[in-house]
Structure formats: C-alpha cells, structure tokens
Nanobody
Framework: QVQLVESGGGFVQAGGSLRLSCTASGTILSINDMEWYRQALGKQREFVAG???????HYADSVKGRFTISRDNAKNTVYLQMNSLKPEDTAVYYC???????????????WGQGTSVTVSS
C-alpha cells in the first residue's frame, strides 16, 4: 500500500503564513508529479500547485507569487509554503502524487486525507 499524510494546516489571520507538508510512505519505487489541491466548502476541488520529479513547478493563477511548492525526494515529501494568506484561501488542502510502486499495480495515483486551512479576516 501507498499512503500520503498531510500536516501543517490550522488557523491563521489574513496576511499570515502556513507551511503544509505531505509525506508518502509504503511500497514506493519512485514518485513522479506531486501536487496540491484544495476544496472550499460548497465548491469543487481545484488545483493549487504542482512539482515534477525534476523540480519544475506550476501554480494556479490565484496563488502565484504567494505560494511556493517544493519537494525533498529523499524524504518522499512535498511542501507548500503559503504566504500572504487571504480568507479566500480557506479550504481543505489535499496532496496528490503519481507513485510508481514496487508491487503491482505499479502506477498509482494517490490522495491524502486532507488538512484544513482557515484564514480569518
């Protein structure tokens, strides 16, 4: 089995910062893309940021210049540094990864359980 576990969510005032972490564990050979998504109450899940195994990054327009995604391949961990937070960033944040496992099925898309971020005005 392969699991993703997020951490780092919480409550913060507008303008503040949080750093989310997501660590993969299990029968992992390698990890390709790692991404963050979020889902606000009553809204659809949306893409936030992504990073390839080589370190190329891409962001949703709504977070460009405020959020930074990074990863530590040795730790199978992806981070999301969130600065200048706004109330509209309030959501449950989910980690997603494309994992190549050591056992069948080799290719797996895995989701974490989510971590809640609340930004007060």
């Amino acid at each position: 089995q392969v699991q993703l576990v997020e951490s780092g969510g919480g409550f913060v005032q507008a303008g503040g910062s949080l750093r989310l972490s997501c660590t993969a564990s299990g029968t992992i050979l390698s990890i390709n893309d790692m991404e963050w998504y979020r889902q606000a109450l009553g809204k659809q899940r949306e893409f936030v940021a992504g990073i390839t195994s080589g370190g190329s990054t891409h962001y949703a327009d709504s977070v460009k210049g405020r959020f930074t995604i990074s990863r530590d391949n040795a730790k199978n961990t992806v981070y999301l540094q969130m600065n200048s937070l706004k109330p509209e960033d309030t959501a449950v944040y989910y980690c997603n990864a494309i994992v190549i496992a050591t056992v069948l099925p080799r290719w797996r898309e895995v989701w974490g359980q989510g971590t809640s971020v609340t930004v007060s005005s």
